[in-house]
């Protein structure tokens, strides 16, 4: 039986395991300070599709392919994708997984999917129902940015604290075996609400929320920052990674000595990124190949991974609701 | 361990327990021929709310909050609730969840949501990561129309091949112990495409989904039709579910002498209706106050449960994409 703490925190016995990380990203993502770990860059930015939301389409079955090309494993043999994407009636995955003939499971958790999906596919793995899980995500800047703001065409003017959606899409392969790390615990996310309502400030809509699945995480555990090799968050920026230091201090938590966000790390620091990368593509190809990188590298061996999701849609803004953020979070141990 | 049969019936063992259904529906759907089962219904279509998305998340908070009263749990012993809905974002089942400071697993699977909800909930009682779990979904009328269609105020002619989106919603919760009837198997749904790229003929988009699924798992349980009280189908309508009676009599069975098509059921037969019903909301009230109320009073006994979905969004069809559907199934035994 599976076991389940205080706060939610899932162990999971049988340890699932993580055989395969894929990611695909765009050209100005290939162009950071990450750029070397990503081994697929896209040759030019609709991947010679028509639509941006094609193109995201086709980046999450190329990772998808990807990963059952790494395990030598035919289409048939899939027993779930489990995934989701920012587009409206999650699109991408949806016609995606059509490809596949494969069972889907799919989540909306804005850009705290990644997490989301691992969650899920672990606690099936460790409970037996499913040998084996594709859990996937994926964001295009331009379809994106049409679906949230405003189409690119328009040449709208973004202010200091926003941040840039993330061309890219990241998978992993679950299995009940022979992996090179394990997905050992699990917590689901809180929907946290501290009103802001600035559709450009992510950060701070969604720092509350990774703080508080991290302080439940951290009391249901009884360790602290130091226990970790790495805690990686999704795509707080630089700002909203500010904000989450400041207020797990409140909670008598430092973690800013081994802290890495994917979205603040994923750009060099320049006018137009503003605070860094965003989109459920940015920790999903961070994670999927830097942080899984270093771990088969033996840089890293015990991480939380805990992608963080801003809960809102262009309809609930102009409706003047704030933004809730939430966060999900996974322990990943060699 | 869990169980989990060649096609992907997942067979749970310590049989998470149903214990409350709730729902609640607009007037139109109090005036049909199942309105003496459904015990809340609006007394406004604004159910007081400014505007139709707000009045969405209102009802599945207040089907929540049913069901915790049901229970006499307190807020805070919701373990997690599990659920989405058809508008972008999922935004009123993710507001919702902000009220009630539970984690929150949020899905999309279009109008097949609830079966989904009730497989992963079931599957992590089973499985002992939760001990409770709130599953939920819900549509109104104006906000779906408004979001797949067009605004209402257009006064838009329908076809005769169209459903009308059920002002509804429902919710079940499970708990590991003391329900009136357990779910005892569950089957994830594939993404299949026929082709249909009619976006007012669901019934036809969905229904060879309803056929994969139902075929796998009659032959992973070696069963047939006439093993179950009723087989209930979200929401084919009457076009979708005669075109389910001829794909499964292609395989072998006949289905039509005890299915129950909630879509095609919850009307009285009229022009403006023509099919019937559709929306997330349709199965999800009629299962969690009709089905669930004959189970409670001994009429039926063993039931399939499937709710189908359709995976379009205005865009993809705008897009020249055809509507695959998904369709998931839960067992539900006394």
Chains 1, 2 share one sequence.
Request: aromatic letters at 8%; one cysteine or more.
């Amino acid at each position: 039986m599976g076991k389940r703490l205080k706060n939610g925190t899932m162990i999971f016995e049988n340890k699932p395991n993580i055989c395969f990380g894929e990611s695909i990203v765009g050209k100005k993502e290939s162009e950071g300070p990450l750029g070397n770990y990503f081994k697929n860059v896209m040759k030019n930015e609709n991947f010679n599709e028509k639509t941006y939301e094609k193109t995201e389409k086709k980046m999450i079955s190329f990772v998808i392919n990807e990963l059952i090309n790494d395990a030598k494993m035919p289409k048939k043999d899939i027993d779930v994708i489990i995934g989701g994407d920012l587009m409206n009636q999650i699109i991408s995955v949806s016609f995606s997984a059509r490809e596949f003939n494969s069972q889907l499971l799919g989540l909306y958790g804005a850009c705290s999917t990644m997490c989301e999906s691992l969650i899920l596919g672990a606690s099936l793995i460790d409970s037996g129902f499913v040998s084996n899980a594709v859990c996937v995500t994926g964001t295009h800047f331009g379809s994106v940015e049409r679906q949230y703001r405003f189409p690119l065409d328009l040449g709208t003017q973004r202010p200091p604290s926003s941040q840039w959606t993330v061309t890219g899409a990241g998978g992993t392969l679950l299995k009940n075996s022979g992996g090179f790390c394990k997905i050992t615990k699990g917590l689901i996310g809180k929907v946290i609400d501290y009103g802001v309502t600035d559709a450009n400030n992510m950060g701070a809509a969604m720092s509350p929320s990774a703080r508080d699945t991290l302080v439940r995480f951290f009391e249901d555990t009884s360790t602290t920052a130091n226990d970790y090799d790495l805690i990686v968050t999704g795509d707080l920026g630089r700002l909203g990674s500010e904000i989450l230091y400041d207020l797990m201090k409140e909670k008598g938590y430092d973690i800013s000595s081994n802290h890495f966000d994917c979205g603040g790390n994923i750009y060099n620091e320049d006018k137009s990124r503003f605070q860094g990368g965003s989109g459920a593509g940015c920790s999903a190809s961070v994670f999927n190949s830097v942080i899984l990188e270093k771990i088969k590298c033996g840089e890293l061996k015990k991480v939380i991974f805990m992608a963080t999701g801003a809960l809102l849609s262009p309809l609930s803004v102009q409706q003047g609701e704030s933004i809730p953020g939430i966060s999900h979070l996974v322990c990943v141990e060699v």
